[in-house]
Structures are given as structure tokens and as C-alpha cells.
């Protein structure tokens, strides 16, 4: 049940359009820099936000990878349907 919770997380931080417009206002206020794209970009990538997520929630870093490879497909699943 966790992983399915940290998955529904994972995917509603990155498609939620109004946090995800929140977090490029934010890094627009930075000039841009290596890392400053680096963190952008894994903070809209589902597979980064479900590994960094469900590590820090769970502390274990195979659940972590099972968890981003979940969301990973969900979010394959879901494009080929729009």
C-alpha cells in the first residue's frame, strides 16, 4: 500500500500544472547554472520524484528503484493514452 501511496505522490507532483508552474517561477528567479537545470529537471521527472521520494520516505533503496520503476510505467501507460 505504501508503494501505491508513493507512486499517486510521485505522479501528482509532476502533473499537477499550478506546483509545477510554482517551481519553474521559482528556479526563474536563479540565473541558470548546471545544477540549478539538474534540479529543475529532476523535480518534474516522475521517475526522479518517486526514487527521491520513497527513499526518503522508506530508507530502502530497492523499494526506492521498484517504486520509480512503477511510476516509470504508469506514466508510459498514460501518455499512450492521451
Avoid at 502533473?15 to 534540479?39: A, R
Avoid at 520513497?54 to 498514460?78: E, R
Amino acid at each position: 500500500m505504501i508503494i501505491i501511496g508513493l507512486i499517486a505522490f510521485a505522479w501528482w507532483w509532476c502533473e499537477f500544472e499550478p506546483l509545477q508552474y510554482l517551481i519553474d517561477g521559482v528556479f526563474g528567479y536563479f540565473k541558470p547554472s548546471f545544477y540549478l537545470n539538474w534540479i529543475h529537471g529532476g523535480l518534474s521527472c516522475i521517475k526522479c520524484v518517486a526514487f527521491w521520494g520513497a527513499l526518503a520516505y522508506t530508507g530502502d533503496v530497492f523499494t526506492a528503484c521498484l517504486v520509480s520503476l512503477l511510476a516509470f510505467i504508469l506514466n508510459l501507460c498514460l501518455q499512450r493514452l492521451k
